[in-house]
DNA sequence: TTGTCCAGTTGTTTTTTGCAACCAGTCAAA
DNA sequence: TTTGACTGGTTGCAAAAAACAACTGGACAA
């Protein structure tokens, strides 16, 4: 019956991204174009394949993602954000933004969101849509 | 020497708030003027004593907020965000907004959240200048 | 001085995470 | 057609974190 501690928003965000590696697998997406298992078991941060493997069910769960079977190599799964997954952005950004300003954030890491923060609506919108028109490919070739 | 994953932005975020509770800690303090432990574990999540001290005391040592005793009564703590704290306000805005889309949330909820967004840039202002009197005073007490 | 409220602490159980080794199917090259 | 590297995982075990309940000593109000 009653699987969530309470129906307040952030409540309910936080039980699906309220924990160490869910947001991380959201940004390889995202904003570092990752698409396959092995290139997010290879990311900086190190995550354990059982964790990996966890996560990306509860987020194909959750209608953030949705896996398909690569055309080229039958073994290969496509992670795709859904809608759902997409209009997470505002909060990654906001986040991204928050850490650049107050926690110890690479170089890199800081001319990255403030390019994403100069760009504004624009930016946002044009990505939003690049994403968009991949997520509609992959649900065509299903 | 590293007591961190990575310094990507997202990460760094996470190191501090990627967990069920910290931002539940945050949203009492921003948006429902809890300012005493007791008023904290009597949220309707049900956070427990242990996990309730653990984290305020790691939300002090981040900077988020800063535990001060109360005037008149030499017992109580008084729990207020700083400005690194305050700052985050858009994230905690975004996330609410996401769930209020995309998750199962109270009409009350979806009601309060509509109200922050309708508010626009003015209503978070005058909210942040309230939170920021507030500080101002806790600090001179000290 | 008695009962209630205060911010925690302590000890135990349960759940989640981290780590390393392992697996079968796929693919490209020899 | 065999070999060897790569694919997305699974399994078993140890360590850490969270959940739960019971408890503590100081403060306050009657």
Redo the contacts between chains.
Sequence with gaps: MKN?????????????F???WT??II?DIMFDGKRYFREMLNS???IASNILTDRLNKLEQFGILIKTKDAHHKQKNVYSLTE?GI??M???L?????????????EE??I??KNYVDGGKELQDKMRKALKEELKLVLKDR
Excluded at 4 to 16: F, G, M
Excluded at 94 to 100: D, E, F, K, Q
């Design positions: 969530c501690k309470s129906y307040c928003p952030i409540n309910q965000a936080l039980e699906v309220g924990d160490k947001l991380l940004r900086d941060e190190k759902k209009d997470l505002p909060v990654m906001n986040i991204a933004n928050w850490s650049a300003h107050h926690r110890d954030v690479t890491g800081k990255k969101v």
